[in-house]
């Protein structure tokens, strides 16, 4: 790609007329640099209008961003921020909160609160922090190397943060400070420097409880509501007394999710839903699908110098990692052999699966250094001994007869590192799981009036047993 360059200049500094028809003070410009030179464009005034050559243009104006391919931009912020550039990962345009002719956030808050905040999380000056990244594609990570600090903030975190800003803007500096800093440090301990603020908390948490209000209800959008019910899920299960109130909220927000999951899974699989798309569902929804997993991290590359990214690796509890891998549910399967009589994997499969094994392999291969990376990010141990691959692919509907079916179970029992996962299997194991917690409320009541019934008649009888032991 030819650089691209993105530039300002005051209109003070051209000779131009301020009027109040000007919507802006500067004036800003591209320069694409080409093999035989370099052009300027998207230029709203005439070089002849003031007297100025291109060369003349460019050294009076000041460099405010870049691009180094399509979907990356390099864009200056102030001098008193904490680092001299945010790169934009995943963006062909600025995003929201960033100023569009440069000059950094929208709000000084958030500007001076990014800065001193990631000074409380990790107690250094500003030559630290050697890169700052916001990505579209990538998780929040905090990577350190030589005592310097490279920041990966995803999106939807920077937003969070950006709006925590702006709330505790209200309240005083030092809460949109603390805000920044209490986020790395529950994120990230292993570097943090941070000693939690008592006070920073009870604002935050009165903030919160005043917010509640149930006229809000009605205008929250779909994926509002989505992010109300997953904290709610999360306070539910912290909640370590499981009461009559807990356990049915618990199972009420279960089946709500779980009714929300099958209806898109089943939108989704009714149409040509795109490899991406599924990729983000399962993004989304990786726990429900398969519960032995507690954390993922989506296109980790395995091995350095080539493109080696599985959609997920994940790790359970004891910190070991899988592969997993998601394919289309109209990928074929199995084609026929005539001279044999019998199926044999599918192009599609055959070279599905032969990405999930040099999966595997690398993985093996590059352990060392993929624990070391993961936990620098993460700051969990894990460990690759003979990881486990899982590729969801295909359905039932192309095995439409018993010889079908009991060639693709030979098949998919002859893989040794590989585990085959139905598109419709999974999809049927939700909907068993969805009928497990609308049916199971019930019993776990019965259970505990049976066992309130059992207390009374046990005390009764010790009772009545004590006042005989009395009368004799």
């Not at 030559?127 to 990570?141: A, E, M, R, Y």
């Not at 009605?218 to 807990?246: R, T």
């Amino acid at each position: 790609m030819n650089r691209i360059t993105q530039l300002r200049v005051s209109i003070l500094l051209l000779n131009i007329e301020i009027t109040p028809n000007r919507k802006s003070n500067t004036v800003v410009f591209l320069v694409t640099e080409v093999d035989d030179g370099a052009y300027v464009s998207n230029l709203e005034i005439e070089l002849e209008e003031i007297h100025m050559s291109k060369n003349q243009l460019v050294q009076k104006s000041e460099v405010y961003a870049y691009h180094t391919d399509l979907r990356t931009i390099h864009y200056k912020m102030s001098s008193n921020f904490i680092t001299s550039e945010i790169i934009l990962d995943g963006f062909q345009t600025f995003p929201t909160h960033f100023y569009k002719n440069g000059g950094g956030f929208t709000e000084y808050i958030s500007s001076f609160a990014f800065t001193e905040g990631l000074k409380e999380y990790m107690g250094v000056g500003n030559s630290h922090i050697q890169k700052l990244t916001i990505s579209n594609n990538k998780s929040t990570s905090i990577r350190k190397l030589k005592g310097k600090f490279s920041i990966n903030l995803h999106h939807d975190d920077f937003e969070k943060l950006f709006t925590l800003c702006i709330i505790g803007k209200r309240k005083g500096t030092s809460l949109s400070i603390n805000s920044i800093a209490e986020f790395f440090h529950n994120r990230f301990p292993a570097f943090s420097k941070y000693s939690p603020d008592q006070k920073t908390d009870s604002e935050l948490k009165k903030m919160f409880l005043s917010s509640l209000d149930e006229g809000l209800i009605d205008k929250l959008s779909k994926a509002e509501i989505e992010k109300v019910q997953e904290f709610y899920e999360k306070l539910l299960g912290k909640n370590s007394e499981k009461h009559d109130f807990i356990l049915r909220n618990v199972l009420k927000v279960k089946q709500i999710s779980l009714d929300s999951i099958l209806d898109d899974f089943s939108e989704k699989l009714a149409k040509k839903t795109q490899e991406s798309s599924w990729q983000k569902f399962f993004e989304k929804n990786i726990f429900i699908f398969d519960s032995r997993y507690i954390d993922f991290l989506p296109k980790f590359n395995l091995k350095s110098g080539r493109k080696a990214e599985p959609d997920f690796l994940v790790y359970d509890i004891y910190g070991f990692v899988d592969i997993y891998e998601i394919k289309r549910p109209d990928t074929s399967l199995i084609r026929y052999d005539n001279s044999h009589d019998n199926y044999y994997w599918s192009n599609e499969m055959a070279e599905a699966i032969g990405q999930l094994e040099k999966y595997i392999f690398w993985a093996t291969e590059n352990r060392t250094s993929i624990q070391h990376s993961i936990k620098m990010d993460r700051g969990q141990e894990v460990s690759i001994i003979k990881p486990r691959g899982v590729l969801v692919i295909g359905t039932n509907m192309e095995l439409n007869d018993s010889k079908k079916r009991e060639d693709f179970k030979i098949l998919r029992a002859s893989l040794k590192n590989i585990e085959i996962i139905l598109f419709d299997e999974m999809f049927n194991s939700l909907q068993n799981l969805r009928k497990v917690t609308t049916n199971v409320f019930p019993l776990i009541r019965n259970v505990q009036k049976l066992t309130v019934m059992v207390v009374r008649i046990l005390t009764d009888i010790m009772t009545r047993t004590s006042i005989q032991g009395k009368e004799k």
